[in-house]
């Protein structure tokens, strides 16, 4: 939740010019999207959605994302669509940010997860994984293996103040997650953080996938497993079995998964836990005092983690092979 | 810049379904307002803003503003229009908050204040005041001397942590307000926070004026007093005489000042920088840390007091009488 720049009215009007959207009618910074800075944009050619990049994204990635947004939304994935000024070009600049527009997406988030909802995620994500077989940039994920251990490394020292004995904990699993971490499932563009605030519903129905910003080139399963992780847990901790059964079964519906996938889904959703916990608990230990982002339980993702290393079995997810 | 309460998707079904505007679209949280909860709403009706009360507003206060906003805008005010539910009432209840659906107004605030704003205020403004003389509803200003004492009681013992001496300071300018404040001069609804953030424009037009939260019965001269301080001084602190002059005489020519009006113009000035100055020095030593809303500083409003107690005639505005 933030808007970290404030946009100039006038600065605006030239940046809009450069485009065939007539002008400008309204431009609300949105309280959503923690990364950038986020703008409802109305014009007299519709609803957008205006982007500033903050600095936490890299201006280099930032071809690979408009790219694959086009390349998705010309595959019919109700994705942001960017819109390109009168040259052609989508990426620009304001206010020394870059940024651009892309098209609105109707629905909302849900705030309260059903298992309809993660049938529609097991749906959109298999779609999405179809779609980006045909893109052919590649981003290497550097929030996969070495990002972790980077990540572990710089918390390491302050890790207990957060928890008595999260270090060892975190460095065991690290070391066995480098020793099994898969070499050769089937890989493709995954989304990386398709969490509930960043999939739209109207209905039950799935209207939109947002937030490609942590989009790169990974292992397909891995995307489910973070789905797993992100979409299936109650707010006890408790695993919802039936939420992971559905979300299985509805993406294995789209896109068949292989049975080395299947059987690495224990391992692929620590992985995903280990993730979330170290980027939480790295922001957690160097969140600035003040600042407007409020901070996520890194503990939480320590459950989750705890529950896939007791997993036996990829049948504890509610599916046989 | 704030949200303070998430709204759940399926509660605001049930809340919307009590409105004839059709299925929710979209609802997002807006980085603008800081003593409310604000989200841009898209229904099949159109575009719509809904507002949560947050603590600050008084639920007691609430009909007094959603009968002026319904007042002014049958008058022709561009101004929020609080949208009525089936059963013909705006007022309503959401997420244990009272909540109102208002129309949304087209336009953008000045994030840089030029001459042509300041006569649009001042014309906006005198309008303002005209279609309020109609309004049978009255709401003491809490914030005017009474609430100046209050809040520099609450302030004294800690105020010269912010700068030296300036408890001294602000009790003998109280002390001469509270003799010389005029007791007898046109009275009726003021806005009383007309800052550049409640009022939008298209191109040099004004589209609307919204937030009427501290809107009061008062003397109608003191809000344009709010103005001269919240729209004519650079950021430097100098004193801008041509925005003055400008909104004075757009304000004149809609609505004549009277000579006592006029002359009273200066002290007038100097309680309105005293209002803000108190806020924001309360805020200031009160800011919960942590809280998403980022302080503003008193010491502005110390120059700008300085500077009207320093004008012996009200023509250092730029108008003669």
């Known amino acids: 939740m933030a808007v970290y720049t404030d946009v100039p009215d006038d600065e605006l009007r030239g940046f809009i010019a450069e485009y065939a959207l007539g002008e400008v009618i309204s431009c609300k910074g949105i ?3 923690v990364e ?3 703008f409802l944009l109305r014009t007299e050619a519709g609803t957008f959605l205006l982007t500033l990049f903050e600095k936490r994204v890299s201006p280099m990635d930032l071809p690979f994302f408009i790219a694959l947004m086009e390349h998705l939304a010309a595959q019919g994935i109700a994705c942001p669509t960017p819109i390109k000024a009168k040259d052609g070009i989508a990426l620009r600049q304001l206010c020394s940010r870059p940024a651009v527009i892309v098209s609105f997406l109707d629905g909302m988030w849900p705030r309260r997860v059903h298992p309809v909802h993660c049938a529609g995620v097991g749906d959109a994500l298999a779609r999405l994984h179809v779609a980006g077989a045909s893109f052919a940039l590649r981003r290497p994920n550097d929030l996969s293996l070495a990002g972790w251990r980077r990540l572990y490394e710089a918390c390491r020292a302050r890790a207990d103040d957060v928890k008595g004995g999260l270090a060892a904990e975190l460095g065991s699993e690290l070391d066995a ?6 070499e050769t499932l089937p890989m493709g563009v995954i989304h990386a953080d398709l969490f509930p605030d960043n999939i739209f519903f109207r209905g039950e129905r799935v209207s939109g996938i ?3 910003y942590f989009a790169c080139t990974d ?7 973070i789905c797993l992780n992100a979409w299936c847990f109650e707010s006890d901790g408790s695993f ?4 992971a059964r559905l979300m299985l079964a509805s993406y294995r519906a789209v896109r068949p998964l292989t049975p080395e996938e299947f059987s690495a ?7 995903g836990a280990l993730r979330f916990l170290l980027t939480r608990l790295y922001d957690w230990l160097n969140h600035p005092p003040g600042a407007l982002v409020r901070r996520k339980d890194p503990l939480e993702y320590l459950q989750k983690l705890r529950f896939h290393r007791s997993v036996a079995q990829p049948s504890a997810y509610g ?3």
């Not at 919802?240 to 939420?243: G, R």
């Not at 889904?265 to 992985?271: E, K, V």
């Open 177 to 182: 997650l480098e020793r099994l971490w898969p």
């Open 319 to 321: 599916l046989d092979a």
């Open 240 to 243: 919802n079995v039936t939420k």
């Open 31 to 33: 309280a959503e999207g």
């Open 36 to 38: 950038n800075s986020n």
């Open 219 to 225: 292992f397909l399963a891995y995307d489910l497993a």
């Open 265 to 271: 889904l224990p391992l692929l959703a620590r992985g």
């Open 210 to 212: 947002i937030d490609f």
